[in-house]
């Protein structure tokens, strides 16, 4: 796939998933053209492992999160970034739904950050501006409390 065709499929599903997070046009637009040329850079390093959409989303994230951080703002986050990824199998994603049910909203934040988006925990622990420990703590009671180890 070549980038325009990338940029021609993705760019407005990702505009609008920006603009709930910012709810401002001009500040969505730019964080989306931040995100296509970092596509655009890395596209060879795309690795088809995951769905490419998933992969451009958690570089828009990152772009909408660092926008908030140069402004000082905090970082909101809400049920449209939290939305599982579509290109989740229908059953998994049936699954999750039910398991994330079992949580806190906290907790399936956190979760979602970490096993659906790929964040790390330190990473998570800065968007959350909670302490690392925190942080771990808090992952780790949600797997037990989804069924985990």
Known sequence: MDFDNIYEEYFDRV???VLSVVKNDDDAEDICQETF???YKNL?????????YTWIY?????KTYDFFKKR??????????????EDINFDTKVILEEKLKLI?????????????YG???KEIAEIKNMNLSTVKSVY????????GN
């Open 140 to 147: 780790y009671k949600a797997l037990k409390d989804m069924g």
């Open 72 to 85: 000082k703002l905090e970082f909101e986050i809400n049920d449209e970034v939290l939305s599982l990824p």
């Open 37 to 39: 040329i970092s596509v």
């Open 15 to 17: 505009y609008y998933k």
């Open 44 to 52: 060879s390093k795309f690795r088809e492992e995951s769905n490419i």
């Open 58 to 62: 958690r570089i828009a994230i990152n």
């Open 104 to 116: 806190s909203e906290k907790e399936r934040e956190i979760v979602i950050l970490k096993d659906i």
């Open 119 to 121: 964040y790390k925990l």
